[in-house]
């Protein structure tokens, strides 16, 4: 049985994942999987999925719960130092731990595009568009996250680099209530919240015509790569079985999404957001989009967080996929 934990770690959107492995009596794992956004965004929606066919135990996993965390660089300081050997998380934050000198290998990829995102503002707000925005406060998730990435790309460009104020809000729900209490002038939101609250914010900017990027992947500690392996295939393979049911059987999975997600995702509502995420391909089956991954690291040189070229060998590790997606 799923269940979200909140306590210290518990209130924040996660944007990251991980899980703790313990050994039962019977041949499966026991696992808690640590998800960004279960339960709120549908970024995690094949874990529910999964869940509901019981995809992971076919592959020997046994998932006893599902857990939350903050995101950014404190998501993945939360994953290592909680002794996490696997996290699904925001791409620039892997990379950027990566480049930190972090331990960990991306082994799939999760979110290949970040067309879902869109910033907005207040209706009978003044700003029409992302110029407007200059000297403006703009909410993000955390430092170092994928939201901050693609704010500095999409105002890169517009021609403004570095001309809004970014603000560090955490949850998107908490960057909303701050857009409706002045607080910021604009912030950024997703599915299903997007269209649950549809005419209650302006779009004032999307990622559309911005370089495909990859937003989240799976990651997994060097030690854990070695002491797992199988565990790690299981995964995988679990989420991308799910994935491909989702595809082709979208209505059936968004009523399972609903079931488990709750008030957040209104089983009404459901069918209509999980068509539009399925028609631009949203969630991906666990190939390494390297392309996807390059813009992502542009996007980190912009911010100052890289340097020099990329070694993709000593960053990525496809060898855990289902063989037919390694290539």
Known sequence: MDHTRRGAIGLGLAAFGGVMF????SAAYAVEIMAPYY?????????????ELGLYS???IDVTGVITSVGGGTGL?????GHLGYAEMGTASALAGFKAGIDVRVVHDSVSTSEDIVWVTMPNSPIKTITDLVGKKVGISAPRSTSETLARMAEEAAGITDKMRLV???QIGAGLSALENGGVDATFIMEPLFS??????????TQNGLPRMSQNVGIATLEFIKSHPEELRGIIAGRREAVDFIYANTDA???MTAKRYGDTLPIDTAPAV???????????????????????????IRQGQWEGTVDWSKIVDPGFLPADLQN
Do not use: C, Q
């Not at 313990?22 to 009596?25: G, M, N, P, Y």
């Not at 970024?43 to 869940?51: G, H, K, S």
């Not at 649950?196 to 900017?205: D, H, I, P, Q, T």
């Not at 949203?282 to 390297?290: A, C, L, P, V």
């Open 77 to 81: 300081r939360n994953m290592i130092g």
């Open 253 to 255: 999975a968004a009523k």
């Open 22 to 25: 313990s050994r039962r009596a």
């Open 39 to 51: 339960k709120s965004l549908l970024t995690m929606a094949p874990i529910a999925v999964a869940l």
């Open 274 to 300: 999980m068509r539009h995420l399925a028609d631009i391909k949203y969630w991906s089956r666990g190939n390494i989009d390297r392309e996807s991954l390059e813009n992502v690291v542009k996007g980190l």
């Open 196 to 205: 649950e609250r549809a005419g209650k914010y302006r779009v004032v900017f």
């Open 168 to 170: 560090a809000i955490g």
């Open 58 to 60: 076919k592959h020997g």
